[in-house]
């Protein structure tokens, strides 16, 4: 639950929202514990220094730059940029929202995956993946229909039911059929932080906009 607060005159809200904390090398799912129209307190794995550049992603697309003012027992403030509408920041979607749907962040992270379609089986390695979806590459393009239920086996994650939401070339776009264990998928990014940076991965085509997870 929500609670508003004050501190210095400002208002400040407690929450516990999942959000993107990228720093310079690295980048984790932190929880946000309260938040403010200038700053917030996170909860990260990342070793942050003060004064150290991060962006903070509550929605994907929609990162907010800001720096450290300090770090303390896996807790870490950060200042904002610049102001922020915390009823935006903060808002979700409903089931029937297609055209402003709000998506959680997305973590590019380049692990071996298999994508099953009726009996068929194709490697794959993931684009990037968020607590709802993926993007995912394979080796060739696939004529697969939309919207048709396959399921997609990630390293670390096991077997994941989803529908096949886009395609275009060889990319995929697969939506959860359940979101993803926060804390599970916490430690999955930590553990596959090296794959951070896609290396060799089969020719990629950009996602199409509007569409993605």
């Known amino acids: 639950m929500n609670r508003p607060d004050n501190r210095s005159g400002q208002r400040v809200m407690t929450v516990f929202k999942a959000a993107r904390v990228g720093a310079a090398c690295a980048d984790d799912l932190g929880l946000i514990r309260n938040i403010s129209a200038e700053g917030l307190m996170v909860e990260t794995r990342l070793t942050l220094a003060i004064d150290e550049p991060v962006v903070i992603e509550i ?3 929609k990162p907010m730059q800001g720096r450290v003012r ?7 403030g950060i200042q904002l940029s610049s102001a922020i509408d915390i009823a935006e920041a903060l808002r979700t979607s409903s089931p029937g929202d297609v055209i402003d749907r709000i998506r959680p962040p997305r973590f590019d992270r380049a692990v071996e995956a298999t994508l099953q379609y009726e009996g ?8 990037n993946i968020s607590l709802s979806g993926a993007q995912i590459v394979t080796e060739r393009a696939l004529l697969l229909p939309r919207n048709a239920h396959a399921a997609l086996r990630v390293e670390g994650l096991g077997m994941l039911g989803g529908e096949l939401r886009w395609r275009r070339g060889n990319n995929i776009g697969i939506r959860f059929e359940h979101p993803l264990p926060l804390r599970h998928f916490q430690q999955w990014l930590h553990q596959f932080g090296e794959q951070r940076v896609p290396a060799a991965l089969p020719q990629s085509v950009p996602a199409p906009a509007m569409r993605s997870i």
């Not at 300090?70 to 870490?76: A, E, L, P, V």
């Not at 068929?120 to 684009?127: C, D």
């Open 70 to 76: 300090w770090s303390k027992n896996g807790m870490t």
């Open 59 to 61: 929605q994907s697309g």
């Open 120 to 127: 068929r089986h194709w490697p794959a390695i993931t684009q």
